[in-house]
C-alpha cells in the first residue's frame, strides 16, 4: 500500500484465509516502519484503518455470499 496523505509511506497489507468450520476466516494485517512522529498518531490510525478494514471485510462478506 502507498500512502500520499496526511504522510507519505508504505506498508505490505495481507489477507490470510483459513477454513472455520463451514465458512472462512480472513485476518487482515498490515506493516510498516513507523517514524516517531507517526507513532504518537498510531491510536488515530488504528481506529481509521480498522473502519477501513471493517468495510472492506463486509463487502468481501457480501460478494462471498451472493
Known amino acids: 500500500m502507498i500512502f500520499k496523505k496526511p504522510f ?3 506498508a505490505t ?3 490470510i484465509l483459513s477454513p ?3 465458512g472462512t476466516k ?3 494485517t498490515m506493516d510498516t516502519e513507523q517514524d516517531p512522529m507517526m507513532k504518537i498518531m498510531r491510536p ?3 481506529y481509521q484503518m480498522g473502519k477501513s478494514y ?3 471485510l ?3 462478506k457480501k460478494l462471498t455470499e451472493k
Request: no cysteine; hydrophobic share 30%; aromatic share 4%.
Open 13 to 15: 497489507s495481507e489477507m
Open 20 to 22: 472455520e468450520g463451514n
Open 44 to 46: 488515530i490510525m488504528d
Open 26 to 28: 480472513v485476518t487482515w
Open 8 to 10: 507519505e509511506g508504505q
Open 58 to 60: 463486509n463487502n468481501l
Open 54 to 56: 471493517e468495510e472492506g
